[in-house]
């Protein structure tokens, strides 16, 4: 199946990061989706303090970072055109709010846990992390600091969140947790996010792979104060039978049901709707969705039918 991902209108100025993710039930490539996505860092808006995407192969992860604006980056051009299939991907355009326009402050974020890479891109405001790079605030769940292993490189709030919930992962678990263990964990980690800020504006989108097949989405979204730009999440999930699709950011469509087969399916994820001609359904707030195969899965409930199914977390160590 080709090119079922699509890129992001390109109504206003977001003056946040965007945020890109597919899941897939069978390997799917992504050119078309990241050809339209990569301009808008710095051509059709003004995302241009760097772009990262990430996807996997199998237990691995190919990952392109870039401080430049994805319009102009030439490592853009050269993924653009690069036709890899995955069952998994998450990308980003920057627009820094927090740390610099360097190479290290750039997203997706790449750890090992479980012997499984986590990968994380974040789109928002989360105060006190900004406040200190090292765990969580104070006044957030005490962090036990002799046994934190994961630290952040940069100087971003979003990599010091992505670094907590790792820490966390790792001090709650001495095995791998099941699917609907780990959806319960998450909502927790989010809504003590949310509550330790108390009235502090905190808006907190994220895409978060679990390895080839998992992908997690939450969505706390928000504006800044001023602003009249509402960012959250929204899904569509692409199955047989498949039609024609056009972009809202530039003049190109796909007739899906020319390069599709009735085993494909696919969820895409965007900070807004992407496409003229499709029903997208946006996040509630606080929304925490699984997603597998390219199905939304909205409980620990429908993470447990996964889970019994055989597609749960694996890793050779665990």
Same mark, same amino acid.
């Given at each position: 199946?080709?090119?079922?991902?699509?890129?992001?209108?390109?109504?206003?100025?977001?003056?946040?990061?965007?945020?890109?993710?597919?899941? #897939?039930?069978?390997?799917?490539?992504?050119?078309?989706?990241?050809?339209?996505?990569?301009?808008?860092?710095?051509?059709?808006?003004?995302?241009?303090?760097?772009?990262?995407?990430?996807?996997? %192969?199998?237990?691995?992860?190919?990952?392109?970072?870039?401080?430049?604006?994805?319009?102009?980056?030439?490592?853009?051009?050269?993924?653009?055109?690069?036709? #890899?299939?995955?069952?998994?991907? =998450?990308?980003?355009?920057?627009?820094?709010? $927090? *740390?610099?326009?360097?190479?290290?402050?750039?997203?997706?974020?790449?750890?090992? &846990?479980?012997?499984?890479?986590?990968?994380?891109?974040?789109?928002?405001?989360?105060?006190?992390?900004?406040?200190?790079?090292? #765990?969580?605030?104070?006044?957030?769940?005490?962090?036990?600091?002799?046994?934190?292993?994961?630290?952040?490189?940069?100087?971003?709030? $979003? %990599?010091?969140?992505?670094?907590?919930?790792?820490?966390?992962?790792?001090?709650?678990?001495?095995?791998?947790?099941?699917?609907?263990?780990?959806?319960?964990?998450l909502r927790t980690f989010n809504e003590e996010i949310i509550q330790s800020h108390n009235n502090e504006v905190v808006i907190f989108n994220y895409l978060l792979s679990c390895g080839e097949n998992i992908l997690f989405a939450f969505s706390w979204p928000g504006s800044r104060p001023?602003?009249?730009?509402?960012? *959250?999440?929204?899904? &569509?999930?692409?199955?047989?039978?498949?039609?024609?699709?056009?972009?809202?950011? #530039?003049?190109?469509?796909?007739?899906?049901?020319?390069?599709?087969?009735?085993?494909?399916?696919?969820?895409?994820?965007?900070? $807004?709707?992407?496409?003229?001609?499709?029903?997208?359904?946006?996040?509630?707030?606080?929304?925490? =969705?699984?997603?597998?195969?390219? =199905?939304?899965?909205?409980?620990?409930?429908?993470?447990?039918?996964?889970?019994?199914?055989?597609?749960?977390?694996?890793?050779?160590?665990?």
């Amino acid at each position: 199946m080709h090119a079922l991902g699509v890129v992001f209108q390109a109504r206003f100025y977001i003056t946040m990061c965007q945020l890109l993710g597919m899941n #897939c039930a069978t390997p799917t490539d992504f050119v078309f989706s990241f050809k339209g996505f990569a301009r808008r860092g710095g051509a059709t808006d003004c995302h241009q303090d760097g772009w990262g995407l990430v996807f996997y %192969e199998g237990r691995g992860v190919r990952a392109f970072h870039d401080p430049s604006p994805a319009a102009k980056s030439p490592i853009a051009d050269l993924v653009s055109n690069y036709p #890899c299939k995955t069952l998994n991907m =998450i990308a980003h355009i920057r627009y820094a709010t $927090s *740390g610099a326009c360097l190479l290290e402050n750039v997203h997706p974020f790449q750890r090992e &846990l479980f012997g499984i890479i986590f990968s994380f891109a974040h789109n928002g405001d989360v105060p006190s992390y900004k406040k200190s790079n090292n #765990c969580s605030a104070d006044d957030h769940k005490k962090c036990r600091l002799n046994q934190n292993i994961y630290t952040p490189v940069g100087s971003t709030d $979003s %990599e010091a969140v992505f670094c907590t919930l790792l820490n966390e992962l790792r001090n709650n678990f001495t095995e791998l947790p099941t699917l609907p263990v780990l959806y319960e964990f998450l909502r927790t980690f989010n809504e003590e996010i949310i509550q330790s800020h108390n009235n502090e504006v905190v808006i907190f989108n994220y895409l978060l792979s679990c390895g080839e097949n998992i992908l997690f989405a939450f969505s706390w979204p928000g504006s800044r104060p001023g602003s009249k730009v509402w960012n *959250g999440l929204y899904y &569509l999930v692409r199955s047989y039978p498949f039609r024609m699709a056009k972009l809202k950011d #530039c003049d190109l469509c796909v007739d899906f049901s020319q390069v599709t087969t009735p085993n494909d399916r696919v969820a895409v994820v965007a900070t $807004s709707p992407l496409t003229e001609d499709e029903v997208w359904t946006e996040f509630d707030k606080g929304q925490l =969705i699984m997603f597998d195969r390219g =199905i939304p899965h909205l409980s620990s409930e429908e993470c447990a039918q996964a889970e019994r199914e055989g597609r749960g977390l694996k890793s050779n160590f665990y």
